[in-house]
Every structure is written in C-alpha cells, then in structure tokens.
C-alpha cells in the first residue's frame, strides 16, 4: 500500500538524504567559511551527521524555543540551524565551520537549497504517480 503512495520509507529516507548530501555540496560551495575534507562518500558521511543532529539536538532546541520562535517570527530558527551546523561540525572531523557567521549564512543557504530540493523530489514523484 504504501508502495502506491510514491515509495516506502526507505526510498523516502534514502532520497532525503541524497537531497541533504547535494544541499551541503552547494552550501560549502557558496558559503566562504565552511570546509569539507574531502575523501568518497564525505558528503553522505555529513549529510547523515547533519540529520542525526538536526533531528535529536534541532528538535529539541525547536521545543524549548517555541516562544521566542513566536516573537520573532521564526528568525531564531536560523540561528538555531547555526548550531546544528557547528555541532556537526563538532562531531564530523571532516567538516569545519570557521565561526558563527558562517554557521549563520550555511544554515539559510542549506535551508534553502534543502527546500528546493525535497521540492523538486517529492513534486516529481507525485507528477509520476498521476
């Protein structure tokens, strides 16, 4: 069953992570500060550190901070998306955060550029089932 709603949970998290893996490319790319020692496969490696992070210590933070997320608008959500960034910097040895203003500006262009991909991915997968 749901095979016919676009994929299992595993195409779904296997494709989420392809999609965290080219959104970190771009993003250390575009963003002066952030530095990957590359080797194969580091991207996944990050990408896999990045969702860990983002969903056990990112959660975590998104709860407490609810209240100051209402009073600005949600704008504590890229500061709180700078920290997951430095801590996975922290817990990754092959990526390197240089300070919080690159933390800051990776995290909105990684937020971003993850946007428009699960975008693309999951828009071309429901035109696929049509």
Do not use: K, Q
Not at 24 to 44: D, N, Q, S
Not at 82 to 93: C, D, E, H, K, R
Not at 115 to 120: A, E, I, Q, R, S
């Amino acid at each position: 069953m749901s095979s016919r709603r676009g994929g299992g949970l595993m195409r779904r998290v296997f494709l989420s992570w392809c999609v965290g893996a080219v959104a970190m490319v771009v993003t250390v790319v575009v963003v002066p500060g952030l530095h990957v020692h590359w080797r194969p496969f580091v991207y996944l490696e990050i990408a896999f550190v990045w969702g860990f992070v983002n969903a056990v210590l990112g959660t975590a933070l998104r709860v407490v901070t609810a209240p100051a997320r209402v009073l600005t608008l949600g704008l504590i959500s890229v500061v709180i998306n700078g920290l997951v960034l430095i801590v996975t910097a922290w817990v990754s040895s092959s990526f390197r955060v240089d300070g919080i203003g690159a933390a800051l500006a990776g995290a909105i262009v990684l937020g971003i550029v993850n946007f428009v991909g699960h975008l693309v991915i999951y828009r071309g997968i429901e035109n696929r089932r049509r």
